[in-house]
C-alpha cells in the first residue's frame, strides 16, 4: 500500500477545465483499482470515475463525456481531466484505491488521499 495525495484543484468558472493529479509512493497505481469521488456540502461522497489496473475506465453518468480518468505508471500517478465544468461539479474530489486489480465499486475502498478543492462559480 502506499500513500495518496491529490493536487490541482482550484476555483474555475463553468466551461472551464481543470486536472487533478493523485500521487502515490508505492506501487498502487501499477497494481490497483484507483478512483476518484467527490463530496459537496451537505452531500454524500459519491463515486466519480474508476479505472482498473490495466487503466479501462468507468464513470457516472452526470460526468460522462466531460471527465475522463487516466494513470502514468511511470510516474504513479492517477489523474482526472475535468473539462466544460459545472457549478455542481463543486466538492473536494478525493482519490482512493482498492486492494484488488478490477473494481468492485460496492467493495472497500481503503486507501484515500485528504483531498483537493474543487469550486465551479461564476
Known amino acids: 500500500q502506499g500513500q495518496l495525495m491529490e493536487s490541482g484543484g482550484g476555483s474555475v468558472q463553468p466551461g472551464g477545465s481543470l486536472t487533478l493529479s493523485c500521487t502515490t509512493s508505492?506501487?498502487?497505481?501499477?497494481?490497483?483499482?484507483m478512483g476518484w469521488f467527490r463530496q459537496a456540502p451537505g452531500k454524500e461522497r459519491e463515486r466519480v470515475a474508476t479505472?482498473?489496473?490495466?487503466?479501462?475506465?468507468s464513470y457516472e453518468d452526470s460526468v460522462k463525456g466531460r471527465f475522463s480518468i487516466s494513470r502514468d505508471y511511470a510516474k504513479n500517478t492517477l489523474y482526472l481531466q475535468m473539462n466544460n465544468l459545472k457549478t455542481e461539479d463543486s466538492g473536494i474530489y478525493y482519490c482512493?484505491?482498492?486492494?484488488?486489480?478490477?473494481?468492485?465499486?460496492?467493495?472497500?475502498?481503503?486507501?484515500w488521499g485528504r483531498g483537493t478543492q474543487v469550486t465551479v462559480a461564476s
Open positions: 482512493a484505491a482498492q486492494n484488488r486489480a478490477v473494481c468492485v465499486p460496492s467493495d472497500p475502498w481503503p486507501e
Open positions: 508505492g506501487n498502487t497505481v501499477r497494481r490497483n483499482c
Open positions: 479505472s482498473t489496473r490495466l487503466d479501462t475506465p
